[in-house]
């Protein structure tokens, strides 16, 4: 049996309720940024982190953080941010029954 529309997007709302915001590892401290934007299409959530121009240095580790603070989701990295241009990251979701 499948998920009813219902539910689905009842998941789905709950999982963009919960997350937080983001934080991102630069130059080996941790500074949070908000959630830029959030996409819900079909099956597929993806929160999106900006990392705007006045943003240098090596970033090693991006996360998404939940309502308690604590890491729902990380992304190791090694990205050397020039301030001549903003980055955005994106992580994806799909939510489907197996």
């Known amino acids: 049996m499948a ?4 539910g689905h997007s009842k998941m ?12 991102y590892t630069l130059n080996g ?3 949070k940024t908000p959630i830029y934007r ?9 929160f999106m982190l900006y990392l705007d121009d006045s ?10 953080l939940d309502q308690d603070g604590t890491s ?5 990295d090694n990205i050397n941010k020039k301030g001549i241009s ?6 994806k979701y799909t939510l489907k029954k197996v």
Do not use: A, M, N
């Not at 240098?56 to 580790?61: F, K, L």
């Open 3 to 6: 998920i009813t529309s219902t």
């Open 12 to 23: 789905k709302t709950w999982l963009k309720g919960f997350i937080k915001e983001g934080q």
């Open 38 to 46: 959030t996409d819900i299409t079909g099956d597929v959530i993806t």
């Open 72 to 76: 729902f989701d990380d992304t190791p």
């Open 86 to 91: 903003g980055l955005l990251v994106e992580f």
């Open 29 to 31: 401290v941790k500074y």
């Open 55 to 64: 943003v240098t240095g090596t970033i090693t580790r991006f996360e998404l």
